[in-house]
């Protein structure tokens, strides 16, 4: 198994919106291996705390032990940050100066080939970040319809060949079950016409991206996370948000404008009457992206986008 590491994207564009206080308590909603979580703790002083989740148990263990340095300044929960708040409230916490959100799968769970989330890797189809939980991406192939396979790979990996991949995979779960990573592969290749590939895109990343986002129910957990985590901002508190493909920063661009409208009446009443107030105030108006720097350092952070806001 490959040692859980994590290169933390975006790392100084991270401290620089979430300006961490000293003394602060802070949410890593997905904390991986812990690189962005040291960076924060360190940032906090004698006395910060910070709240780490993952419903990865892989990253929790190994977490851990990275930040056993820091005593009880670190908590890890083992959940999903959809739940943050309930499991803040059962410790007493009904209050953050920040949060940040790093979307996405872990470059350990891309590189565990047995996790079956690469298409590099031969493996089983399983993509589950909690493997403890949920049906595996193999069972979802074996169980959903030609149409809902199509709209899955449509519209959660934005793959405009989702009918006919949709179709192929119909066609040879008939004569056997899809189990493996290299399976899914080849009918993908098998699907997408060789001149509709793309220079820097391997044909299989798209339904890969859209297979995962369901299994893990990605964008319901955005949605949920996202309120919940601005709701336990303290007034002057940040968060910050990393994405790593359209779906996730669509998103998280249209929630923090919302977030940061007052009135929300139709344009053609006279007067305001839903009372609607802003909660928050959008900190980068466009999203922040890694320089050359880090491109040239770490490749993955190619697709990283960062939005910010501060609590009002």
Same mark, same amino acid.
């Given at each position: 198994m490959a040692e859980?590491?994590? @290169?933390?994207?975006?790392? $100084?564009? *991270?401290?620089?919106?979430?300006?961490?206080v000293d003394g602060g308590l802070y949410v890593d909603g997905t904390l991986g291996g812990g690189g962005h979580s040291?960076?924060?703790?360190? #940032?906090?002083?004698?006395? &910060?705390?910070?709240?780490?989740f993952d419903r990865d148990m892989s990253a929790i263990k190994a977490a851990s032990a990275s930040l056993a340095v820091f005593g009880d300044r670190f908590v890890a929960i083992n959940s999903n940050f959809s739940e943050m708040a309930s499991?803040? $409230? %059962?410790?007493?916490?009904?209050?953050?100066?920040?949060? +940040? /959100? !790093?979307? &996405? *799968?872990? #470059?350990?769970?891309? !590189?565990?080939? %047995?996790r079956g989330f690469s298409f590099q890797q031969d493996a089983?189809? !399983?993509?589950?970040?909690?493997? &403890?939980? &949920?049906?595996t991406a193999a069972e979802l192939i074996a169980e959903s319809s030609h149409g809902e /396979?199509?709209? @899955?790979?449509?519209?959660?990996? %934005?793959?405009?060949?989702?009918?006919? *991949?949709a179709s192929f995979i119909c066609k040879a779960r008939e004569e056997s079950p899809i189990e493996t990573t290299f399976q899914l592969v080849d009918l993908i290749k098998a699907a997408i016409p060789k001149g509709a590939w793309e220079e820097r895109l391997h044909p299989a990343t798209r339904t890969f991206q859209g297979l995962r986002i369901a299994?893990?129910?990605e964008l319901e957990s955005? %949605?949920?996370? +996202?309120?919940?985590?601005?709701?336990?901002?303290?007034?002057?508190?940040?968060?910050? *948000?990393?994405?790593?493909?359209?779906?996730?920063?669509?998103?998280v661009k249209q929630m923090f404008r919302n977030m940061a409208t007052g009135c929300i009446c139709p344009k053609e009443f006279p007067v305001c009457v839903c009372s609607h107030k802003p909660q928050v105030k959008v900190l980068t108006g466009k999203p922040?992206?890694?320089?050359?720097?880090e491109l040239s350092l770490n490749p993955r952070s190619r697709s990283a986008k960062l939005r910010a806001v501060a609590k009002l």
């Open positions: 859980f590491r994590h @290169i933390p994207v975006l790392h $100084a564009e *991270v401290l620089q919106y979430l300006a961490p040291v960076l924060i703790l360190n #940032s906090t002083g004698e006395n &910060g705390r910070l709240f780490g499991a803040l $409230a %059962e410790l007493g916490i009904t209050e953050i100066d920040g949060f +940040l /959100l !790093d979307l &996405g *799968v872990s #470059s350990h769970q891309l !590189d565990t080939g %047995e089983p189809l !399983d993509m589950r970040m909690d493997k &403890g939980r &949920g049906i /396979l199509a709209k @899955i790979i449509r519209e959660y990996g %934005e793959e405009r060949w989702a009918g006919r *991949v299994v893990n129910e955005l %949605e949920k996370g +996202l309120e919940a985590a601005v709701n336990l901002l303290k007034p002057g508190g940040r968060g910050v *948000v990393i994405s790593f493909h359209s779906l996730e920063d669509r998103i922040v992206t890694a320089g050359k720097e």
